[in-house]
């Protein structure tokens, strides 16, 4: 299994509230790829640990990744909006 980065850095360029704590986004990673979504602030329940989390079906598999990690990294850290 790959070490995921440590140094991971989403800007979201473009973004449009679809409703309260739900945002579909165009965003960039430190690589530089763009990718698109739907963010959407969860709730902490017993199944989940809630924050931040980036749904949608990517068509690229770097796509998919810059998605994995945002997932895993960075959900709870705040989002800057360029």
């Not at 980065?5 to 800007?11: A, K």
Request: proline letters at 4%; charged letters at 25%.
């Amino acid at each position: 299994m790959s070490k995921l980065p440590t140094n991971v850095n989403f800007l979201i360029l473009r973004y449009q509230q679809i409703r309260e704590n739900v945002h579909f986004v165009m965003l960039r990673n430190n690589d530089g790829i763009y990718s698109t979504g739907t963010l959407a602030n969860i709730p902490k329940q017993e199944s989940t640990d809630g924050g931040w989390h980036l749904f949608g079906e990517q068509k690229f598999e770097k796509e998919r990744a810059a998605v994995i990690v945002y997932n895993k990294l960075c959900r709870g850290v705040p989002i800057k909006i360029k």
